[in-house]
């Protein structure tokens, strides 16, 4: 396997990304590699910096950098050579097997629409995010951004991707799908939440358990909890903001640990017709090589063809 990684994408970028994607070589069997998509005199620069060798990475240049101010629609035709417009060229004719980046979640979504395209059968393409479980394990939420407004056949689509990726990369069989709401009852909720539920509890595809209340997000509730994407963004910052005052208040706790961000690296983009990872801004050298073995997990589970097949 081939993994591609955006060299000069994330706040600490080219520093962390290489030396994040070396920790995540040290890791990986002979016969993976990876290729560093960015401007080639950077990359030699901290290679040679860090003492490592070429011998499994290849260089692709890449001078330009698409920037978290970029306007993600007009980012990729205008900055063809851009190391995010060129990672995409290179997964779009098959010669990476994945691509990751900390870079512009925009340009990122962007690329995958209109570079390697959805799904056929798959209406909008979502993004995932980890809800460390409290017993142990982790279940998924999604979306969590990238759909804000949604219909109640986006929400069906997401119950049987997140549920795909949960049985593919997670190695449960037949995960449970929850939907997010305010009540338990199938008639709580608003029309979205009503109609969805509908769908979802009618379905022979998922393995549907019923509503499921936020207080329950971090328990044993559900391994796939399905919302729109402006509800799920909502979740995911109140949890980021949770740890973060965990942090500050110098609670040292296990389990509060697993909302590290840095566990797990990035997100794929379920439902296009590719592997592609998105990581956080800030993301520093171990959440770059979580990214990236994540990245090569998802490659090898061949999950955009699973997707494929589900949804012919």
């Known amino acids: 396997m081939k993994i591609g990684i955006d060299i000069m994408g994330g706040d600490f970028a080219p520093e962390a990304t290489v030396s994040g994607a070396f920790l995540a070589l040290d890791k990986m069997s002979q016969e993976d590699s990876l290729v560093f998509i960015g401007d080639e005199a950077l990359c030699l620069a901290e290679i040679k910096k860090l003492g490592r060798s070429t011998d499994r990475v290849k260089i692709v240049h890449a001078p330009d950098i698409i920037t978290m101010s970029d306007h993600p629609t007009r980012a990729i035709p205008q900055k063809p050579n851009s190391s995010i417009a060129v990672g995409f060229d290179l997964l779009s004719k098959g010669h990476i097997d994945g691509f990751a980046s900390a870079g512009n979640t925009g340009a990122m979504l962007v690329g995958s629409m209109y570079k390697i395209h959805a799904v056929p059968g798959v209406i909008r393409p979502c993004i995932t995010s980890v809800l460390p479980k ?16 949604c219909k109640p056949d986006v929400l069906y689509q997401f119950a049987v991707l997140g549920s795909l990726y949960m049985k593919h990369v997670y190695g449960i069989d037949n995960p449970r799908v929850g939907l997010l709401n305010i009540g338990e009852e199938p008639e709580k909720g608003n029309l979205l939440t009503i109609h969805t539920h509908k769908l979802l509890a009618d379905s022979d595809e998922i393995n549907f358990v019923g509503n499921v209340e936020g207080r329950d997000l971090f328990f044993d509730a559900a391994d796939v909890i399905v919302c729109d994407g402006f509800t799920g963004n909502v979740v995911l910052k ?28 990035g997100t794929p983009i379920l439902g296009v017709n590719g592997v ?36 012919e």
């Open 134 to 149: 409290l017993s142990g394990g982790e279940s998924i939420l999604l979306d969590v951004g990238s759909n804000a407004d």
């Open 238 to 265: 109140t949890a980021e903001g949770f740890y973060k005052m965990t942090r500050m208040r110098k609670i040292d706790d296990a389990y509060f640990d697993r909302f590290n961000y840095e566990n797990y690296g």
């Open 276 to 311: 592609v990872m998105i990581g956080h801004g800030i993301s520093n050298d171990i959440a770059i090589h979580n990214m990236i073995l994540h990245t090569l997990g998802v490659a090898k589970s061949n999950l955009p063809n699973k997707i494929k097949t589900a949804f």
